[in-house]
């Protein structure tokens, strides 16, 4: 049994008189404390995908499976971080992230929920902001609470949905690093070595390299194709970045895209 599994999953929306099928036969299966990037062309289904993952979504045909159990809707022992960032504005950065915390019912001690908020609001930059509400911070900067509290519920599988698309360079090379301690690594606050299963939607090519176990490519509605990243583990960044194996992921993922977009030019509007 995999952690997560979906099984000859398709789902259909409808609107008035209308159904698309947004997917169309999904199979993949997830295991624990691995980590698979999704890439794709925009609209083909990633958010989709996802958001079945969350339960907050059902398939019109197929299952979704966590733990051998079907998804029957949201539950904490998934974490999720939206394409778009989702605060509570009424609520400071701290207060946003010890809110998610709470919902894990891993800690009562409200003074330990507060010292682990403050310090995944450092692990992300925030240091400075922690007591400011989200409109006086930039989009960026909010979706980097979203993923504070996100890492600091310490979930078991997590879903992140194009989490680092508003965020500076530096910001983005700076989280990706943070993912893969807390990921990969499973090094979290206390210590305790837990590799946690992710699902990480990205448009970006080098962000799945770097951070993925595995890439799972999308064409619309459907898998394409399935690559294996094998680094070890003990490998930095540059010497990933430089080896031969690194240039021959990135120029199939880029072949890839151009094939997607090709079949579909002169038919659908296409956006990278
Ligand atoms: N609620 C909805 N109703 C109808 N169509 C939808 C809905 N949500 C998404 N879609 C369509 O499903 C397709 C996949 O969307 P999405 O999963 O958001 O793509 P991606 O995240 O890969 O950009 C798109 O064509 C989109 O327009
Ligand atoms: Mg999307």
Redesign the pocket.
């Known amino acids: 049994m995999s952690k997560v599994e979906m099984n000859n999953v398709s789902l259909a929306?409808h609107?008035e008189d209308k159904t698309?099928l947004?997917l169309d036969n999904i199979n993949i299966k997830i295991e624990e404390g691995e980590f698979v990037c999704i890439i794709?062309t925009?609209?083909?289904?990633?958010?989709?995908?996802i958001s079945l993952l969350a339960g907050l979504n059902f398939p019109t045909q197929g299952d979704v499976l966590i733990d051998g159990e079907p998804v029957s809707g949201t539950g904490t022992n998934r974490g999720m971080v939206f394409q778009h960032y989702s605060l509570f504005p009424w609520l400071t950065a701290k207060k946003n992230v010890a809110f998610g915390i709470k919902q894990t019912n891993l800690y009562k001690d409200k003074k330990i929920i507060d010292e682990i908020a403050v310090e995944f609001l450092k692990q992300v930059g925030l240091e400075d902001y922690i007591d400011k509400y989200p409109y006086q911070l930039s989009g960026g900067m909010q979706q980097r609470v979203a993923i504070a509290r996100t890492l600091a519920m310490d979930t078991e599988i997590l879903l992140l949905d194009e989490p680092f698309g508003a965020i500076d360079p530096k910001n983005r090379l700076a989280l990706q690093d943070l993912t893969i301690k807390l990921c990969k690594k499973g090094e979290n606050h206390k210590n305790r070595k837990n590799r946690k299963a992710a699902v990480f939607?990205t448009h970006d090519i080098d962000e799945a390299i770097i951070l993925a176990d595995r890439i799972v490519f999308m064409e619309p509605k459907r898998v394409k194709e399935e690559i294996t990243v094998d680094f070890p583990s003990e490998l930095s960044r540059e010497e990933i970045i430089s080896s031969p194996r690194y240039s021959e992921i990135r120029t199939r993922l880029m072949n890839l895209f151009y094939q997607d977009v090709g079949n579909r030019i002169g038919g659908e509007e296409v956006v990278l």
């Not at 925009?42 to 989709?48: H, L």
């Open positions: 929306f609107d698309f947004a794709g925009s609209g083909c289904g990633k958010s989709t995908l939607v």
